[in-house]
């Protein structure tokens, strides 16, 4: 499976993006998937999750803010932001990996693509 994220870029306070990470390879759907961001500085964190059916996990400072959800024909997942506030500001990764559970943690996933920098100025 190889990942490709895209759809960072620079965007004002309050404004909205969304981000996308296109898969290859088989089975898809048999996949969860996470995406996670790095600040500078900072370690890399936990932003969301999607993983079954469509259920879906969300750290606190994201919820009702962003929603993470998959086109399962389009081989896509996608991290629609809004409400960006500066503190968003990181490289954001997307990741994946078999099975049926969600996982909060980085090392647990398989597959990673390359990450989309977020600039959330103020």
């Known amino acids: 499976v190889q990942l490709q994220a895209s759809g960072g870029g620079l965007v004002q306070a309050g404004g909205s993006l969304r981000l996308s990470c296109a898969a290859s390879g088989r089975s898809f759907s048999r996949l969860g998937g996470a995406w996670f961001r790095q600040a500078p500085g900072k370690e890399r964190e936990f932003v969301a999750a999607?993983?079954?059916?469509?259920?879906?996990r969300y750290t606190d400072s994201v919820k009702g803010r962003f929603t993470i959800s998959r086109d399962n024909t389009m081989k896509t997942m996608y991290l629609q932001m809004n409400s960006l506030k500066p503190e968003d500001t990181a490289v954001y990764y997307c990741?994946?990996?078999?099975?049926?559970?969600?996982?909060?943690?980085?090392?647990?996933?398989?597959?990673w693509g390359l990450g989309t920098l977020v600039t959330v100025s103020s």
């Open positions: 999607i993983w079954g059916g469509g259920s879906t």
């Open positions: 990741a994946a990996v078999y099975g049926i559970n969600y996982y909060l943690t980085a090392p647990r996933y398989d597959y």
